[in-house]
């Protein structure tokens, strides 16, 4: 005959019971965000590296005047912006996993999340407001 087996009632002192199972795609499209925005990201700033910091007197020439040229056109505007979209929501998203993996409380996993939320979009909320307002006119001296 054999020895009854005993199975423990409760998880192990110090170990967090595992997660639920999301039950949408989120995690996927998620994942592929991540891989669509860093190949973009890679183009993004090489390009701002080149054109802002190594090209034709470097970050020397960068000022008001220079800033203000290159917003003059919707080109650039969208350009900048991407570039910011594209890294604040990637790295929110990033530190969103980070978050996930790394923060046991349920509750003070929603309130990172939230805090974390927050911050990025204020920080897009304010970028956007920059890009989309900005007025060359502001920079002349009063004649």
């Excluded at 008001?64 to 790295?91: C, E, K, N, S």
Aim: charge should be positive.
């Amino acid at each position: 005959m054999a020895a009854p087996t005993f199975a423990p009632q409760h998880p192990a002192a110090g170990v967090s019971p595992a997660r639920q199972r999301a039950t949408s795609n989120s995690e996927f499209y998620s994942w592929i965000f991540m891989r669509i925005s860093g190949i973009l990201l890679v183009f993004l700033l090489l390009g701002h590296i080149a054109i802002m910091h190594l090209l034709e007197g470097g970050v020397g020439r960068v000022n008001f005047a220079f800033v203000a040229g290159r917003w003059a056109g919707p080109f650039w505007q969208t350009y900048d912006w991407a570039l910011l979209f594209l890294a604040t929501i990637h790295g929110a998203n990033g530190m969103r996993i980070v978050i996930t993996d790394y923060v046991r409380s349920p509750q003070k996993r929603f309130w990172a999340k939230m805090a974390l939320y927050c911050v990025a979009g204020f920080m897009l909320l304010l970028g956007t407001l920059v890009i989309v307002t900005f007025n060359p006119e502001l920079g002349r001296p009063a004649a």
